[in-house]
């Protein structure tokens, strides 16, 4: 019998009054627990909606990756020789728990000095970088430097006259910082220092691009070091000409 | 099935409880993927500080394709979309990224004699540094909605139309 819309609402809520507050796993839109079949096929079901979830999130995430333009390589290794890094660093923060912060330092610098040698490349300390800063053949862009930093951080500040050299981008970047490296005496490479390791790795692609590696070094202190040092620094693009801080 | 137990009261809460879960974790989802889809050179950096892969094609696949699959998760749960699917891989997301971060903050702490509260890094969630204690907390809430989502599904206000299992219980007992 089909009743007027507004009898079928009241029988109905009625109905349900009485049925009561028996059974709340019902409400958790889960079949009772002696329906075996119903809780397997639930079970599948949703192994099957989580199986397609997967595939084709796995497949849009890839096919996003290849559109965007700040997307990554898959074939690229962004981190050369990355297992020798890596577990020189782990060492050195699992063996040293309570020396102090400046032997941590230390210790760590020399580390890296002895990974850059075994690689060919050299590592400077402030003093040496200042004095590269100074020297007269900067000018005449004998001596060069590079920044490994990525785009926001070059633009918020860098070594006035450095170029930049984002490794993970190299593309966008080698067209302008291999000429001018390749006519270089000597390339100083540095990113934001502290444990940064851009620098290295963009050192090692540009020794990969074939600048010579006698050329090529690395300061470590970086960014971080050129600011505690009072020392300028170029605002914007390269030659904007908006420096600030320290005289050099 | 025993229809005659259908319980509209208690089902309103659960439901309003499933849509309240979903929106929380895909709004969350959303908003963390996209930060790191922006930047996936730094969320790359990221992974790599876990030295969990090191194998640099599993490294490079992993910060490619997964913020925007966590974005995807996000976007589908907002829509109601296979919610229990999406539930179960938001699931198998968290809970091993969960244990890692944990690992991760338990190396920082014995290497840096810290309390482990006042440990903070960025552990490639999308929001920056953080404290790992707040992390946890958090990673935690988002596991549970995670299982609520998992357990009662939702049919709420959901963008693919067609009948749930509870629809056809209603109708039914209409």
New interface residues.
């Given amino acids: 019998m089909v009743l007027p819309r507004r009898h079928r609402f009241w029988r109905v809520r009625r109905n349900r009054r009485r049925r009561g507050n028996s059974d709340r796993l019902l409400t958790l839109n889960m079949p009772a627990p002696s329906e075996g079949s119903g809780w397997r096929h639930e079970l599948r079901r949703t192994l099957g909606e989580a199986l397609a979830v997967a595939g084709l999130g796995l497949a849009l995430a890839l096919v996003a990756n290849a559109v965007s333009p700040r997307g990554l390589k898959l074939g690229r290794d962004y981190f050369p020789a990355v297992a020798s890094v890596t577990n020189v660093i782990a060492a050195s923060s699992v063996s040293l728990p309570a020396a102090p912060m400046i032997t941590t330092n230390q210790n760590r610098a020399s580390e890296v000095a002895a990974r850059l040698a075994g690689r060919g490349l050299r590592l400077i300390e402030s003093a040496e970088a200042k004095a590269l800063f100074r020297d007269p053949r900067r000018e005449q862009e004998l001596v060069v430097f590079i920044d490994a930093r990525n785009d926001r951080h070059y633009l918020e500040g860098h070594i006035p006259g450095a170029y930049q050299f984002d490794h993970y981008y190299p593309e966008n970047h080698l067209p302008v910082v291999l000429p001018a490296c390749q006519q270089a005496e000597i390339v100083v490479v540095y990113c934001g220092g502290g444990d940064c390791e851009d620098s290295e790795f963009a050192a090692l692609a540009l020794k990969d691009a074939g600048i010579s590696a006698e050329r090529l070094v690395v300061y470590g202190g970086g960014i971080k070091d050129w600011t505690e040092g009072g020392l300028p620094i170029e605002v914007g693009p390269r030659g904007s000409g908006n420096v600030t801080g320290g005289t050099p | ?2 229809l ?8 309103r809460h ?1 439901e309003a409880a499933s849509v309240v879960a979903r929106l929380v974790l895909g709004s969350l989802f959303v908003v963390m993927g996209l930060n790191k ?6 969320f ?1 950096k990221l992974v ?1 500080q876990y ?1 969990v892969i ?1 194998a ?2 599993g ?3 992993i ?7 966590e974005g ?2 996000g976007l ?1 749960l907002l829509a109601g979309i ?1 919610v ?3 539930a ?2 938001s699931l ?1 997301m968290l809970v091993p990224f969960t244990a890692l971060i944990w690992r991760h903050a338990v ?2 702490q ?4 810290l309390p482990f509260c006042a440990i903070r890094f960025d552990c490639g969630c999308g929001a920056g540094e953080v404290a790992v204690c707040f992390k946890l907390l958090e990673n935690g809430i988002l596991i549970l909605l995670s299982l609520w989502l ?4 939702s ?1 709420k206000w959901r963008l693919m139309p067609g009948a ?3 629809q056809k ?1 209603s109708n039914a ?2």
């Fill in positions: 099935m025993n005659e137990r259908w319980n509209p009261q208690a089902w659960t889809a922006l930047d996936p050179v730094a790359l790599r030295h090191e640099p094609l490294l490079t696949l910060a490619a394709t997964l913020p925007w699959f995807f998760c589908i296979a229990r699917g999406t179960l891989v198998a190396g920082l014995s290497a840096e004699m998992l357990i009662a599904g049919a749930s299992r509870r219980f007992s209409v």
